[in-house]
């Protein structure tokens, strides 16, 4: 019997992009660096970290930064959605989980960074923590 590998979607707050992600067993991360967080000016953005055939994008064009020497940021030009974030080697995709149709498909499985998190935010959960990058993460 073949294993159905769920296919979430998402997109953009204007509509002007859409994707869609294999999730076969993703990796679920919250990420509570400095870059997240101006990136996406929330306190802490959550991640689906994916190999780069497992996404697609549907509809529309991105508009791109790179961020670092380990990754550039795809958002949409018109309304500035943070969508994704590519490395410079193409082993990875993270998809921000904020842009999925139904973030309630996938669950967290880690933290990343979280010697960076504001001592004023208090996750209360048995997921493992990591002061910097997760061993998994570019």
């Known amino acids: 019997m073949a294993t159905?590998?769920?296919?979430?979607?998402?997109?953009?707050?204007c509509g002007a992009v859409r994707y869609s992600v294999r999730c076969d067993e993703?990796?679920?991360?919250?990420?509570h660096c400095a870059m997240c967080r101006k990136a996406s000016g929330g306190v802490v953005s959550?991640?689906?970290?994916?190999?780069?055939a497992d996404f697609t994008l549907t509809h529309g064009t991105v508009a791109d930064h790179?961020?670092?020497?380990?990754?550039?940021?795809?958002?949409?030009?018109?309304?500035?959605?943070?969508?994704?974030?590519?490395?410079?080697?193409?082993?990875?995709?993270?998809?921000t989980v904020g842009t999925l149709d139904d973030p309630e498909a996938i669950r967290p499985t880690v933290h990343g960074w979280?010697?960076?998190r504001p001592?004023?935010?208090?996750?209360?959960?048995?997921?493992?923590?990591?002061?910097?990058?997760?061993?998994?993460?570019?």
């Open 66 to 95: 790179v961020s670092s020497e380990r990754g550039t940021r795809h958002f949409c030009p018109r309304c500035g959605a943070q969508l994704y974030m590519t490395d410079p080697d193409g082993r990875s995709v993270g998809v």
């Open 4 to 13: 159905i590998v769920p296919v979430l979607h998402g997109g953009c707050l």
């Open 119 to 138: 001592s004023w935010l208090h996750i209360t959960d048995d997921l493992p923590r990591y002061d910097e990058a997760p061993p998994y993460d570019l």
């Open 26 to 31: 993703p990796v679920v991360d919250y990420c």
């Open 46 to 52: 959550a991640w689906i970290q994916v190999p780069p």
């Open 114 to 116: 979280d010697s960076s």
